[in-house]
């Protein structure tokens, strides 16, 4: 009978250290998850309350709404991380972007290169009005009439 309570003992010794190991893994794998979200969450597009929390400088520079998304894929292009803010207290309403002060540099290098993609937009010349210019000049050209008769077949 020893050698029962003895393969007993054992096998009860090896599920208690597995069911340790299997324990650490899970802690393991939720830290590095976690970790995980915490890098993931607070990159990019965010909100105010979520930028603030970062405990770091806070920057902000005022936009007009068509800016918005040019904008947003300069900050993206730059790794920036930023919030967008609606201020209604004034008519038409302002938009202010914040952005950690760690990211001014890079948020300085974006913000010209949004500026400068806006001045090329405006020298560009507009493809409607050229579609106009084409249409009107087409008409003035004198067109050969085309009468297409069908032969009938008896």
């Known amino acids: 009978m020893a050698v029962q309570e003895e393969i007993e003992q054992k096998s009860f010794n090896i599920m208690i250290s597995t069911t340790k190991l299997s324990a650490r893994t899970v802690l393991r794998a939720v830290k590095a998850a976690l970790r995980l979200y915490q890098s993931k969450a607070s990159q990019g597009k965010q909100s105010v309350r979520t930028l603030l929390r970062q405990n770091r400088g806070v920057s902000s520079v005022e936009i007009s709404k068509t800016g918005i998304r040019g904008l947003e894929r300069y900050a993206k292009k730059y790794g920036i991380d930023y919030a967008i803010r609606k201020d209604t ?66």
Do not use: C, I, M, W
């Open 89 to 154: 207290s004034e008519v038409p309403p302002r938009y202010l972007v914040f952005f950690k002060s760690p990211d001014a540099e890079a948020f300085n290098s974006a913000f010209k290169e949004y500026s400068a993609s806006l001045l090329n937009k405006d020298k560009r010349p507009s493809v409607l009005a050229r579609l106009q210019e084409l249409v009107q000049a087409a008409a003035e050209l004198p067109g050969k009439v085309r009468h297409k008769e069908q032969e009938r077949g008896l």
